[in-house]
């Protein structure tokens, strides 16, 4: 059997893609606890995640996200990374969140803010494995922002980023031009 440069290409981004939620998945979390959601788009989804950005482009007053929608039709998938929000329980020690206490935060609809450190951590770790791959990406708040007002990862998830994944002769996420 024959398998064209494409065929073993779209594998290569769909293995790749399994291995970054698992890197995603593996990275440390703050006391073990772990609220990490990650789901992968190819084709039509990812297609209607780059229309919600051009559309978010403008609502916003954001170019940079129709600049980024170009990124998300010229990749091959797009990892998504969010948070289902875990509450510490740290108490009045930690703080980090701007509040008295993790209760203060609750009340008040705060973000703990070791979510973020830790989507952070899990989507670092996921953007190396796809380096070590050898297939291109680049971390975009504004597929993330577009993936949570589509609901793509549930209700719950807050702090969502994407990762989208490329292999072609040249990384379509570097030396972009802005959008006007």
Aim: aromatic letters at 6%.
């Amino acid at each position: 059997m024959i398998y064209s440069s494409k065929d073993m290409e779209s594998r290569a981004v769909l293995d790749t893609a399994a291995k970054v939620c698992a890197a995603a998945r593996t990275a440390p979390k703050t006391k073990g606890m772990d609220g990490l959601v990650t789901c992968v788009l190819t084709g039509e989804d990812k297609n209607q995640l780059a229309a919600q950005m051009r559309k978010l482009a403008d609502a916003l007053n954001y170019a940079f996200f129709a600049r980024d929608a170009d990124n998300v039709e010229a990749a091959d998938a797009v990892v998504l990374f969010g948070m289902e929000e875990v509450r510490r329980g740290l108490g009045a020690g930690c703080q980090y969140c701007h509040f008295g206490s993790c209760a203060d935060c609750a009340e008040k609809d705060g973000l703990c803010a070791w979510d973020a450190v830790d989507v952070g951590i899990a989507i670092g770790s996921a953007a190396a494995a796809a380096a070590d791959a050898r297939v291109d990406s680049r971390v975009m708040f504004s597929v993330g922002r577009a993936a949570k007002s589509l609901g793509l990862l549930g209700e719950k998830a807050s702090l969502v980023l994407g990762l989208p994944l490329s292999v072609s002769g040249k990384s379509p996420f570097f030396d972009r031009k802005p959008k006007k």
